[in-house]
């Protein structure tokens, strides 16, 4: 008899008759335990029927997937899936309008079970799909299942996009540019054309040339978020894909430009403003997909300046060297005229203004763009500086000519570290080959006020350049302290960006608050629980102090495991999410967890989890690429944000339960209180970072009585041994 691990009870239904109670022995072939099943209610030809889940997506049980039926699962026998494929196939081209419709209505829900959707395609379904498409003659409720099969059938990556032609990318072009189209359609379509720009460079050349940025922007002043987001994810899609020569092109009509052309226009006033007006500034809150294609567009627009940022300045360019000269220009006007006095005079005099300039190289001053990065990027700020904000270039200049050697801020050399340091904040070219569009949960760290301004890039240059001028005179600075500036800046700007300002008049405010006596203010209490208590005897304390800290923070995570979370279940971000909850028992010896329809209001009880786990069973806790759930992801799926959240419980008899946590702290939280479990370390960062905020704390508290008393760094010496004892008293 085998051992109760191998043997699974389910209930499992028919329609018009009464569900079987039975047992699945796990080591039989699914096929004898079909056949046995279809014994049961005289079924004949059972090699003609499959087992499915009876709830949720209601996925077809195969050999590969047959270990994740748990005790009290319900299943349903049905027809196989190749029957399936090949039923659906005839009803779909039908002539009967009603019956066609059913049909695709089926089809579009079972298209999401990769085991169907390869016996369908094996039968040139797609094919069929897309000739529906073509004709031309579905609509309504019709067209929005044909579209949703479709696509789902194309998410598995069986087919390659390649296949398809020129009418159906033409047809799905026209429901977008269509100004009435029902939402589903839209929707479909947007994604439809996302995909296919993604992973064809052939067919992003057709796309392109069917969609114009204009047609699209009617798409971003929409009510509905979900129409905006997959229109930005199609603007993005394009922009990536569109060749380098494309992306720095000048036009003047933009609105009307095939999107091959598109990614010079994302600067172009109407289209910002209207992301800004619609989207950013919208009545809704922005949701966290719409949040990831905004940073995709941010990035995907920075990512423009990485040619200018790479390109060496040459010396011998006149028309480079006529940049220079205009900045001069602009500053020193009374002797801009070449030909007032002799060569001799000019370029001494033109050394002298440099000089005054900032540059390092006074003589000629193009060699300080000779490096990259920043390259020219450095030049192109600091002419728009001059041009656009001339009072601020001349007053900054002029100031810093007037001051001692000594104190001056040099202007030429200030722009362009700090064109490079704005670089590296905000990774410019860093990101070109990241996984951007891999999964929905990727990184949204987009900032609002960069889509506040048509050139948004060079303002916030400008703002920062005048923020390094304040901060040098606020430090008293010299030239030996340049580096020590440039830190301070940086961390100035890095700390207000981290607030998230809504515009860049707000960003100023915030640099404002942040000057170089709250930066020190800032730095000291951040710096309290590390310098403070360096002593070998306060060392020691610590040392001491520590595993009871360590207990207290497990006996937190024991407490979170036990008021449970939530979790969502993995799944293509186009279907309806899933969620399944997971508790410990008071006792700290079971793990209890099941599914749910939404996420709870309130607490869980343990009767309404079904399943459980054992802690004793527990053999490991695995993190990241070793779960056995991202193995099996294909790596276009896969994502860093997602492999930081995923983890697993290796437990017997050779079984995983698998979780993404909805975020780093629910990630923190579950791996330690289930390594405490097990007897192993915590070790996560939110450990880490507890352990020193209550260490720091605790200390602090027994050491309020020793404040301004200086400890020593060793202990007193032990003195000597008297040279007799006869002082001792003998009680007698």
């Known amino acids: 008899m ?23 022995d796990q080591k039989k072939p699914l096929s004898s335990i079909i056949r046995e099943v279809c014994d049961g209610w005289s079924l004949s030809g059972s090699e003609q029927f499959a087992l499915r889940y009876a709830d949720g997506p209601q996925l077809y049980i195969t050999e590969l997937s047959r270990s994740e039926i748990k005790n009290g699962t319900i299943l349903r026998l049905a027809i196989s899936p190749g029957r399936a494929a090949r039923q659906l196939l005839e009803r779909v081209q039908s002539h009967g309008i009603d019956a066609r419709l059913e049909a695709l209505k089926e089809l579009a829900k079972l298209s999401a079970d990769i085991t169907f959707a390869t016996e369908f395609i094996n039968m040139e379904g797609i094919t069929v799909l897309a000739r529906l498409v073509e004709s031309g003659t579905n609509f309504g409720e019709m067209l929005a299942f044909t579209l949703t099969a479709f696509l789902e059938l194309m998410d598995h990556g069986i087919v390659s996009w390649e296949l398809l032609s020129l009418p159906f990318i033409k047809q799905i072009a026209g429901y977008v540019n269509q100004p009435m189209v029902d939402v589903s359609i839209l929707q479909r379509s947007l994604a439809i054309l996302e995909s296919m720009v993604l992973n064809s460079q052939s067919l992003y050349q057709r796309v392109a040339h069917e969609i114009t940025v204009g047609q699209l922007i009617g798409h971003l002043q929409v009510s509905n978020q979900e129409i905006q987001t997959y229109a930005i994810a199609l603007i993005n899609a394009l922009f990536l894909k569109a060749p380098e020569d494309r ?28 992301i800004l007006n619609h989207i950013i500034r919208g009545n809704r809150p922005i949701k966290a997909e719409m949040a990831h294609q905004l940073y995709v567009l941010q990035v995907l627009t920075f990512n423009l300046l990485e040619e200018r940022m790479m390109t060496k300045m040459d010396p011998s360019d006149q028309t480079q060297r006529d940049i ?22 000019r370029k001494t005099m033109y050394t002298k203004d440099y000089k005054m300039l900032g540059f390092t190289n006074h003589v000629n001053p ?31 200049v002029l100031e810093n000519s007037s001051r001692e050697d000594k104190h001056e801020c040099p202007f030429g050399r200030c722009a362009i570290e700090l064109t490079r340091m704005l670089c590296e904040i905000l990774q410019v070219g860093e990101l070109l080959n990241h996984p951007m569009f891999s999964l ?3 990184c949204n760290d987009y900032h609002p006020m960069f889509f506040t301004h048509d050139r948004a890039w060079e303002e916030f240059f400008c703002v920062c350049i005048q923020l390094l001028n304040k901060t040098w005179k606020e430090m008293r600075a010299t030239a030996e302290d340049f580096n020590k500036v440039m830190q301070v800046v940086r961390e100035q700007i890095t700390r207000a960006l981290g607030m998230k300002p809504n515009s ?28 403070d208590f360096q002593s070998p005897p306060i060392i020691e304390l610590r040392e001491r102090i520590q595993p009871e800290i360590l ?17 969502r279940k993995i799944g293509n971000r186009r279907r309806q999410e899933k969620f399944w909850f997971c508790r410990l028992s008071l006792n700290h010896k079971v793990l209890h967890y099941g599914d749910l329809e939404e996420p709870p209001q309130g607490e869980v009880p343990f009767e309404s989890l079904t399943d459980k786990i054992p802690v004793a069973d527990i053999k490991s806790v695995v993190t990241g690429k070793d779960c056995p759930h991202m193995k099996e992801k294909s790596a276009l799926k896969q994502n860093k944000e997602v492999l930081e959240l995923a983890f697993s419980i290796l437990h017997d008899p050779d079984e995983a339960l698998n979780f993404v946590a909805p975020n780093k702290y629910e990630y923190c939280i579950w791996t330690d209180g289930l390594s405490a479990l097990i007897g192993r370390e915590m070790g996560s960062e939110l450990t880490r970072s507890d352990l020193d905020t209550l260490l720091s704390m605790e200390m602090k508290l027994r050491l309020l009585d020793l404040e301004n008393i200086q400890i020593p760094e060793a202990p007193p010496p032990i003195p000597k041994e008297p040279s007799s004892y006869n002082f001792v008293y003998h009680y007698g």
């Not at 923070?553 to 979370?565: A, D, P, V, Y």
């Open 551 to 567: 207990e207290l923070i497990k006996q937190q995570r024991f407490n979170r495991l036990c008021e449970g979370s939530c979790f």
């Open 247 to 274: 992306r720095q092109e000048e036009h003047t009509n933009p609105l009307d430009l095939p999107l091959t052309e598109m990614a010079s226009t994302l600067a172009q006033k109407h289209l910002r403003s209207i």
């Open 440 to 442: 929905p949960q990727g």
């Open 366 to 396: 193009a060699m300080d763009f000779t490096q990259t990065p920043p390259g020219m990027l450095a030049l192109d700020n600091m002419l728009y500086l001059a041009k656009g904000h001339q009072d601020t270039y001349i007053r900054i």
């Open 504 to 531: 860049l008049d707000q960003f100023k405010v915030k640099l404002r608050g942040l000057s170089y006596s709250e930066i020190l203010r800032l730095r000291q209490s951040e710096r309290m629980s590390q310098d």
């Open 2 to 24: 085998p051992p109760p691990s191998d043997i699974v009870k389910v209930a499992i239904e028919w329609p018009g008759a009464n569900a079987q109670l039975t047992e699945i």
């Open 324 to 345: 220079i000269f205009e900045l001069r220009r602009v500053v020193f006007d009374a002797e801009s005229d070449p030909n007032s006095s002799s060569t001799e005079k």
